[in-house]
């Protein structure tokens, strides 16, 4: 079986400093552990050790791109939009998480993304 994973996908344009793309980052790992809770996707990922892998997009964009690819392959997948006290507008999304999920069904949408 492949190992199951949470891959987080964050924007890169938004000027971010690594503080506030570690919130953004750790906001979209709890969200989409909370929603799929129960899962057999959940169970796997929680016994082996809640790999994540933090990928990067250029823009907007392409983020929307990433996401309407994980939702079209039927892959959980939960967008941050930020509250806008910081760094960024409120509203702005600045990244997503998708899965967990089998590492083979992650490498279709999100394999040709480069490491954060």
């Known amino acids: 079986m492949s190992e199951t994973r949470l891959v987080i996908v964050v924007r890169t344009d938004l000027g971010m400093g690594k503080g506030k793309i570690a919130a953004q980052a750790a906001h ?3 969200g989409a552990a909370l ?11 929680w ?5 994540k892998v933090v990928l990067k997009v250029a823009d907007e964009d392409t983020l929307g791109l ?3 690819a994980a939702a079209e392959a039927g892959l959980p997948v939960e967008v941050i939009h930020d509250a806008g006290r910081t760094q960024v507008a409120a509203g702005t999304a600045t990244c997503a998480a998708i899965g967990p999920a089998r590492h083979d069904a992650l490498q279709p949408v999100t394999g040709a993304l480069s490491l954060l």
């Open 28 to 30: 979209a790992a709890v």
């Open 35 to 45: 929603r799929n809770q129960g899962t057999a996707a959940f169970a796997d990922w």
């Open 47 to 51: 016994r082996a050790g809640q790999p």
């Open 66 to 68: 990433v996401v309407a």
